[in-house]
């Protein structure tokens, strides 16, 4: 009897696994405001201000690696103001009144930034390098900063200005290397040509200000003349004389008008008066907002001013006088007076 043995051979195959891949993720965090202050329509320098950004990048422990390399492009867009980053972005007003602005890579403002890695303008660019051990992972991160600037000579209406950078006007791009030793490279593009790539928007959220204060000047204000008098007064003698102003559009004014040098105290009496030898004569008179004088104007505020809002030109206000019948003859002269104009804003 013969009897065969067989023999059962066993094999057992192990493959070498293929290193697991981390991806590294970007974050970044920005001053919540942009404040440019406040600023002079018509100004004759540029007003500048600045934004800092923090970038942080992460990367887990997925495999032993020994760095990473990032490069980071934080892309800007034209912002609620509206505008565009390749002419001026713009803040706006409640009352849509704009404002130029631009945002810029560099310090001296001749790079603006854009929302696209290597755009036209750019995103403005960073690169970074970290270690990332094999049991905590690894991070890294770099702080930069945005240029901005209000150009100057801007003819501008007085308000509250702003433009809030959120949602899909701020994207981080980013690329990474990675490597088992050594120190890796930073890729050469935010967008391509790595171990990976990324983006997020709505990265970060930032509000740029400005405010533009009430602002009057230039005016100006003719003489009232009541003309010549023969003799007694015995109807009314009704002339004019023009306020003429300007302020910065959307400024609300009120003008005042005192009661003059010759009013007796504690009354708001108008008088004019003349001297006569060793003797003072008056002459009473009104000042009044409307043509059928009827709205006294003085001068306490929300009252018996008159009030209006610029609208950056010049603005003409009447002021309507009148002299009432006088009995008897007043003595003959010249009568005359000088009132005090506030513009209050």
Do not use: H
Not at 96 to 125: H, K
Not at 176 to 186: D, H, M, P, R, S
Not at 301 to 308: E, F, M, P, Q
Request: proline share 5%.
């Amino acid at each position: 009897m013969k009897v065969l043995l067989l023999g059962l051979l066993l094999v057992a195959g192990l493959l070498a696994t293929a290193p697991a891949r981390a991806t590294a993720v970007c974050t970044a965090i920005a001053d919540p405001t942009l404040p440019f202050g406040n600023v002079n329509s018509n100004a004759p320098g540029a007003t500048t201000g600045t934004l800092n950004i923090t970038v942080s990048c992460t990367t887990a422990a997925l495999s032993l690696l020994a760095t990473t390399g990032v490069r980071v492009c934080v892309g800007i867009g034209a912002g609620s103001g509206g505008g565009s980053s390749s002419s001026w972005r713009t803040m706006a007003t409640s009352t849509s009144d704009t404002m130029n602005f631009q945002l810029y890579n560099t310090s001296n403002f001749s790079q603006v930034t854009g929302l696209t890695p290597r755009g036209t303008p750019p995103a403005q660019e960073l690169a970074m390098t970290y270690s990332v051990p094999l049991l905590t992972g690894g991070s890294g991160a770099q702080a930069t900063q945005l240029f901005a600037q209000i150009p100057a000579n801007q003819v501008l209406a007085s308000g509250a200005y702003s433009s809030t950078f959120s949602g899909a006007n701020v994207v981080l791009t980013w690329a990474w290397n990675e490597v088992l030793l050594g120190t890796a490279t930073v890729p050469a593009t935010c967008n391509g040509g790595a171990t990976g790539t990324n983006s997020a928007s709505a990265a970060f959220s930032f509000t740029a200000t400005a405010n533009v204060l009430p602002q009057c000047g230039s005016y100006v204000t003719t003489n009232m003349n009541f003309g010549n008098v023969t003799g007694s007064i015995p109807a009314n003698i009704d002339q004019t004389a023009t306020l003429t102003l300007t302020c910065l559009k959307n400024t609300a004014y009120q003008v005042s008008l005192n009661n003059g040098q010759n009013n007796p105290t504690a009354t708001s009496t108008r008088r004019m008066a003349t001297t006569i030898g060793a003797s003072t004569y008056y002459l009473t008179y009104e000042l009044y907002r409307d043509s059928t004088r009827t709205q006294r104007w003085g001068n306490t505020l929300t009252v018996d001013t008159a009030s209006g809002t610029g609208t950056g030109s010049a603005q003409q206000l009447t002021i309507y006088g009148r002299v009432p019948p006088v009995t008897g003859q007043p003595p003959a002269g010249t009568y005359n007076d000088v009132v005090q104009v506030t513009i209050t804003y």
